[in-house]
């Protein structure tokens, strides 16, 4: 199988990073690979242009976009890794989403609607806040961002949602023990996916 990982943190020594590294180690342990796409080191622009917009007179994906799909296409899994800002993703990570899995990839503009290009392939979000996690559930935040954003992915694009774990209480000085713990969760996650059919 065919991990597509796609992080977005601003800091390289996140927890979110953290965890992408416990993924695509659990990941390689099962002989997949991985694709890394981590998205502030590689300078991802994430701002939608109007050519860009699929019923634009002129519209044409960009060249960083059509090399991006390339590198996608194979994937059987994307996984999204980020933290919760507002209790909602990084612009540079929802950007992504806009100009990456938009008309073309994830799904075709069609005058009835969208028709989903991504059937088949799965996503596995992995998030975390500063807030605990009693907080953003009872909150509502957690119900809100996976319906908003995981799962309307999923139904636009065809995909089936593994899961999304969340991790609360992610601050600033995290002790190592404490982010091994979430690792090790990752890890067990990571194992208990089934092989694509």
Same mark, same amino acid.
């Given at each position: 199988?065919?991990?597509?990982?796609?992080?977005?943190h601003p800091n390289?020594?996140?927890?979110a990073?953290?965890m992408?590294?416990?993924?695509?180690e659990?990941?390689?342990?099962?002989?997949?690979?991985?694709?890394?796409?981590?998205?502030?080191?590689?300078?991802?622009?994430?701002?939608?242009?109007?050519?860009?917009?699929?019923?634009?007179?002129?519209?044409?994906?960009?060249?960083?976009?059509v090399t991006?799909r390339?590198?996608?296409?194979e994937?059987?899994?994307?996984?999204?890794?980020?933290?919760?800002?507002?209790?909602?993703?990084?612009?540079?990570?929802?950007g992504?989403?806009?100009?990456?899995f938009?008309?073309?990839?994830?799904?075709?503009?069609?005058?009835?609607?969208?028709?989903?290009?991504?059937g088949?392939?799965?996503?596995?979000?992995v998030?975390s806040?500063?807030?605990?996690?009693q907080?953003?559930?009872?909150?509502?935040?957690?119900?809100?961002?996976?319906?908003?954003?995981?799962?309307?992915?999923?139904?636009?694009?065809?995909?089936? %949602?593994?899961?999304?774990?969340?991790?609360g209480?992610?601050?600033?000085?995290?002790?190592?023990?404490a %982010?091994?713990?979430?690792?090790?969760?990752?890890?067990?996650?990571?194992?208990?996916?089934?092989?694509?059919?």
């Amino acid at each position: 199988m065919k991990h597509a990982l796609i992080v977005a943190h601003p800091n390289q020594d996140s927890f979110a990073m953290a965890m992408a590294h416990a993924y695509a180690e659990a990941a390689a342990a099962r002989n997949d690979s991985v694709l890394l796409r981590d998205l502030y080191r590689m300078g991802f622009d994430p701002c939608l242009q109007a050519d860009e917009l699929p019923w634009s007179r002129n519209y044409k994906p960009r060249a960083d976009i059509v090399t991006e799909r390339a590198l996608l296409a194979e994937a059987d899994i994307f996984v999204l890794v980020y933290p919760f800002w507002f209790n909602a993703p990084p612009a540079i990570l929802k950007g992504y989403v806009d100009r990456v899995f938009g008309s073309g990839f994830g799904y075709d503009a069609t005058s009835t609607g969208a028709k989903p290009l991504l059937g088949g392939k799965r996503l596995f979000s992995v998030t975390s806040s500063g807030a605990p996690k009693q907080w953003v559930e009872q909150s509502g935040a957690f119900d809100a961002e996976r319906k908003l954003f995981d799962d309307h992915i999923a139904a636009v694009c065809g995909m089936s %949602v593994i899961d999304h774990l969340h991790f609360g209480r992610i601050v600033p000085g995290i002790r190592e023990d404490a %982010v091994g713990i979430c690792a090790a969760a990752i890890r067990a996650a990571v194992a208990r996916i089934a092989p694509s059919v």
